[in-house]
């Protein structure tokens, strides 16, 4: 899907249609008031003050109209400079922008006009208004002013517009169809997970379907992790403030974090990361250079503030679960465990089909003292090596400034989803840092003690956020041994006792071979049930009769597909045990 914000021509013609819209909200509603209007990744929105006017959803049409028929006079959009003192008697009236101006430096201020319409702008915008005539206005919702939940609401209406009517159009099937694929959708129709208010927004909790998906996902990364010789632990969700200053988490990372708590006289705070806890076991006990590499590996408990305009399903939330690990390492070992990283990352990726992702090497930005620890020396080391080894390993990336994390360099894998723009979702980073801050060491071959070097690494990020994913890519059509619910088994007659006898032994043959498996019962016509199946997207519907009763087979349906297959009970058995085992997409 097409970013607004990033196509340099579509941000233009989305900019100046934000213009036409509020000229059409000003005809229509003479009090309004206009604060900002961006473009943001997904198009346009104005945020705009109605006064005593309740808006509701149809006055998104009667908006339209208006801008539809601006379009067709044609205006000219025309930029002009006026000094600071003209803007302020120009918009005296108006407290909004009287706030944007009284924040720009004196000297001259650039607005654009149209028609009977005039905004401050820095611009740029297209020339006329009639080529910003193919456009849609998406929705509608509350926003603060300046984001200050102690300031007035005001209404956001986000929209869309593009150079041809078929773009339009294209856009929005893609809109649609983004719709349907949206894991918050997917999940209240499979029943998978809930947020609620009374428990706090970003709080999601699983349900035992999506728990099932969850528990799926947590044992075939520690398997995997297992093999590679990692060692699994488990740390609390909480620890003191000293260990975050320790780690320096409070000094630059606070933002993120949730307020301390006070037990007993000594503060407390929910854990961000984990990594202060595993620098901690790494610390619990003398290490030999023999000894190394050390993985701690956790599915972990953590907990970020978000603001709650970013808040997505499981996607994004202020509580996820981590795929989390820290390698301590000899500098001699760096290479051989960041390419072990790697190799671990794409198998996963190839595992589940992802192919659309892209590397990118995060570096910190030198001028912002605030968000990375200070240490040039070590900076300079860490991001030399991480180039080095991700150059001698040929991994494609680009490099972006300021992404870095506070501590080290970080190799990012971001992926571009079904639906919105790309995020990251797999990632290990370089650190120097930590293991200094919390006096590691080992003993090297000479007897000396030496600091290592810890590489932190999570495969599939967090756990919440890979299976948003997943959801989305699949359309919630998850490979048979990721589903839910595997295998429904509905009899024709729920009534007839020989033949419920038959469906109940079939269910245990299943579960005897660790299928999840649902025995259909309801007095509901079959119809019904099968419809019902699709919409939880069961991998098999199994539908049993008197014929398959009498031959011990069963006949099946796999989910999106119409036709019906008929096979023996023992050999349906096995081979859906055999699809599981070999996790077959």
Not at 45 to 65: P, Q, R
Not at 212 to 231: A, F, P, S, T
Request: aromatic share 10%; charged share 30%.
């Amino acid at each position: 899907m097409v970013n607004f914000k990033e196509d340099e021509a579509l941000n233009t013609l989305n900019h100046s249609c934000a213009h036409l819209m509020a000229q059409a909200i000003r005809h229509l509603y003479p009090q309004a008031k206009f604060w900002v209007g961006p473009v943001v990744a997904e198009g346009f929105y104005y945020d705009v003050d109605f006064g005593d006017h309740v808006f509701k959803e149809e006055d998104l049409a009667a908006i339209e109209k208006e801008m539809k028929k601006i379009a067709k006079r044609g205006f000219k959009i025309i930029r002009k400079e006026i000094s600071k003192e003209e803007a302020l008697e120009m918009f005296k009236d108006d407290e909004y922008k009287l706030d944007l101006i009284s924040n720009l430096e004196d000297g001259n201020i650039t607005c654009y006009e149209q028609g009977d319409f005039t905004d401050l702008c820095r611009g740029p915008h297209v020339d006329n208004v009639k080529l910003c005539r193919y456009f849609k206005l998406l929705k509608h919702s509350g926003a603060y002013w300046k984001g200050d939940k102690n300031n007035k609401v005001l209404q956001r209406i986000y929209g869309v517009c593009f150079p041809t009517a078929e773009e339009l159009e294209e856009h929005l099937k893609l809109l649609e169809e983004a719709k349907e694929r949206d894991h918050r959708k997917i999940g209240k129709d499979m029943n998978l997970f809930m947020v609620d208010d009374l428990v706090g927004r970003g709080l999601p909790m699983f349900l035992p379907k999506g728990y099932v998906i969850w528990q799926e996902l947590e044992n075939y990364i520690k398997d995997k992790e297992r093999k590679l010789g990692y060692q699994h632990v488990m740390t609390p969700c909480v620890g003191t403030v000293n260990l975050y200053k320790t780690s320096g988490h409070w000094d630059h990372y606070k933002e993120n974090m949730f307020p301390a708590m006070e037990v007993d006289g000594e503060a407390f705070v929910l854990r961000p990361m984990n990594c202060p806890h595993h620098m901690m076991i790494y610390a619990n006990r003398m290490h030999s250079y023999k000894d190394l590499p050390i993985r701690i590996g956790e599915i972990a408990h953590d907990f970020r503030y978000e603001s709650s305009g970013t808040l997505k399903g499981i996607e994004r939330g202020r509580h996820f679960c981590q795929n989390d690990a820290h390698l301590f390492v000899t500098p001699e070992q760096i290479k051989d465990e960041f390419s072990n990283v790697v190799d671990l990352i794409f198998s996963t990726y190839k595992d589940f089909g992802i192919t659309d992702y892209r590397c990118v090497l995060s570096l910190r930005d030198p001028a912002n003292k605030t968000k990375y620890h200070d240490d040039d020396e070590m900076w300079n080391k860490a991001e030399n090596a991480l180039r080095d080894v991700m150059n001698d390993l040929g991994i494609e990336y680009t490099e972006e400034i300021g992404e870095a994390a506070f501590y080290g360099p970080k190799l990012d894998v971001n992926v571009k989803p079904a639906v919105g723009n790309e995020y990251t979702l797999s990632t290990c980073q370089l650190d120097f840092c930590l293991p200094a801050k919390f006096e590691l060491t080992y003993i090297d071959k000479d007897g000396e003690k030496k600091t290592p070097v810890v590489l932190h690494r999570a495969i599939l990020g967090s756990l919440d956020r890979f299976m948003a994913y997943i959801l989305e890519e699949t359309k919630g059509n998850l490979p048979t041994w990721l589903a839910p619910v595997q295998v429904k088994v509905m009899p024709v007659k729920t009534d007839n006792e020989e033949l419920m006898e038959y469906a109940r032994q079939i269910c245990e043959n299943l579960e005897d071979r660790n299928v999840r498996v649902e025995l259909d019962d309801r007095a509901e016509k079959l119809g019904y049930r099968m419809r019902e199946g699709q919409v939880q997207k069961v991998p098999y519907l199994l539908v049993i009769g008197f014929n398959e009763m009498e031959n011990k087979s069963v006949s099946y349906r796999l989910h999106g597909e119409m036709d019906t297959t008929t096979v023996g009970l023992d050999e349906f058995v096995e081979k859906i045990h055999e699809e599981i085992k070999n996790k077959v997409r």
